[in-house]
């Protein structure tokens, strides 16, 4: 389910920007949903409260919630009041390189608190808010600028996130998180080949069983997901290129015939690769994906 709020109707000639800026004011309440974007929500005047993976979050003017693509959440808004809605496709988080690797420190959420986390907050706001400035300048090279800022943003949080001291953080914990960095750049410098949970636990070193709680644990979607959601991003990028025949997306991609590739594109993405680069010429939004990806 992806849910718009009905103060962003009125951007709707921008739906094609990888990042989408919403001034937000309305007391609208959104039940159990989720999005293949990551959302970001800034208040400025109330509290803003959502539940996320089951977790209640209470966000103050001046805190950031960030909520990655997959996780189901809701919203609760205030009777009035004013907050900034930040959404950000994949695409443009897989064009940051590296940080593609980095994300799964973004799951469930990140709640960026006043009272905790002052030593990144007001870094962290400043890209938010020199975002939102170029935003509304509305010329020739604004989306440039917001996207810079917003990499920015990610990029910050990402560093922080990496490098913040924890009280349960040892070295067996450090050595899990190289591991699975290295574990995530594999599986997107080679997710055109066929990749197997057995294959990917041989080599991480650790037994199958163990190898996909964990993984889980750190990227908040099963090794099967992540290996998929790598291919899909790479035929959405083949197919960007508009000489390169849909044939050859589907073997540079790994699929064995053009009826696989077709059949599994459209699964996850509604359309099938001839209607996806068509959609994409014409400028026109895709159409929303399955509410719940294709079981394995």
Same mark, same amino acid.
């Given at each position: 389910?992806?849910?718009?709020?009905?103060?962003?109707?009125?951007?709707?000639?921008?739906?094609?920007?990888?990042?989408?800026?919403?001034?937000?004011?309305?007391?609208?309440?959104?039940?159990?949903?989720?999005?293949?974007?990551?959302?970001?929500?800034?208040?400025?005047?109330?509290?803003?409260?959502?539940?996320?993976?089951?977790?209640?979050? =209470?966000?103050?003017?001046? #805190?950031?919630?960030?909520?990655? +693509? %997959?996780?189901?959440?809701?919203? *609760? !808004?205030?009777?009035?009041?004013?907050?900034?809605?930040?959404?950000?496709?994949?695409?443009?988080?897989?064009?940051?390189?590296?940080?593609?690797?980095?994300?799964?420190?973004?799951?469930?959420?990140?709640?960026?608190?006043?009272?905790?986390?002052?030593?990144?907050?007001?870094?962290?706001?400043?890209?938010?808010?020199?975002?939102?400035?170029?935003?509304?300048?509305?010329?020739?090279?604004?989306?440039?600028?917001?996207?810079?800022?917003?990499?920015?943003?990610?990029?910050?949080?990402?560093?922080?996130?990496?490098?913040?001291?924890?009280?349960?953080?040892?070295?067996?914990?450090?050595?899990?998180?190289?591991?699975?960095?290295?574990?995530?750049?594999?599986?997107?410098?080679?997710?055109? =080949?066929?990749?197997?949970? #057995?294959?990917?636990?041989?080599? +991480? %070193?650790?037994?199958?069983?163990? *190898? !996909?709680?964990?993984?889980?644990?750190?990227?908040?979607?099963?090794?099967?997901?992540?290996?998929?959601?790598?291919?899909?991003?790479?035929?959405?990028?083949?197919?960007?290129?508009?000489?390169?025949?849909?044939?050859?997306?589907?073997?540079?991609?790994?699929?064995?015939?053009?009826?696989?590739?077709?059949?599994?594109?459209?699964?996850?993405?509604?359309?099938?690769?001839?209607?996806?680069?068509?959609?994409?010429?014409?400028?026109?939004?895709?159409?929303?994906?399955?509410?719940?990806?294709?079981?394995?």
């Amino acid at each position: 389910m992806d849910k718009s709020f009905a103060s962003m109707r009125q951007l709707d000639h921008h739906v094609q920007a990888p990042i989408r800026i919403y001034p937000n004011q309305e007391a609208d309440d959104y039940p159990p949903h989720w999005h293949r974007k990551y959302e970001i929500i800034m208040p400025v005047v109330k509290s803003y409260s959502a539940v996320v993976d089951h977790e209640d979050y =209470e966000v103050l003017p001046g #805190e950031i919630l960030l909520i990655p +693509s %997959g996780v189901v959440h809701e919203l *609760f !808004a205030p009777d009035e009041g004013q907050r900034y809605i930040i959404m950000i496709d994949q695409e443009a988080i897989y064009a940051l390189e590296g940080l593609d690797h980095a994300q799964h420190c973004f799951y469930p959420c990140v709640h960026i608190r006043a009272d905790r986390d002052g030593d990144i907050l007001d870094s962290l706001k400043e890209c938010l808010w020199q975002a939102i400035g170029e935003h509304e300048k509305n010329d020739l090279l604004c989306q440039g600028a917001v996207t810079a800022w917003i990499h920015l943003f990610l990029i910050r949080l990402g560093r922080w996130l990496l490098l913040r001291p924890n009280d349960n953080q040892n070295e067996h914990r450090h050595q899990m998180n190289e591991t699975f960095l290295d574990v995530y750049a594999y599986i997107t410098a080679h997710c055109s =080949e066929k990749i197997t949970l #057995e294959d990917m636990a041989a080599y +991480s %070193g650790y037994s199958k069983y163990h *190898f !996909a709680r964990i993984f889980k644990e750190y990227s908040g979607m099963s090794f099967y997901e992540f290996y998929m959601q790598q291919r899909m991003m790479l035929c959405r990028q083949l197919l960007a290129d508009m000489d390169v025949p849909v044939t050859e997306v589907a073997l540079r991609s790994g699929f064995g015939s053009i009826a696989t590739f077709n059949r599994v594109f459209k699964q996850y993405e509604g359309v099938t690769p001839t209607q996806y680069r068509k959609l994409k010429q014409q400028g026109r939004r895709t159409p929303a994906a399955p509410a719940e990806g294709p079981s394995k």
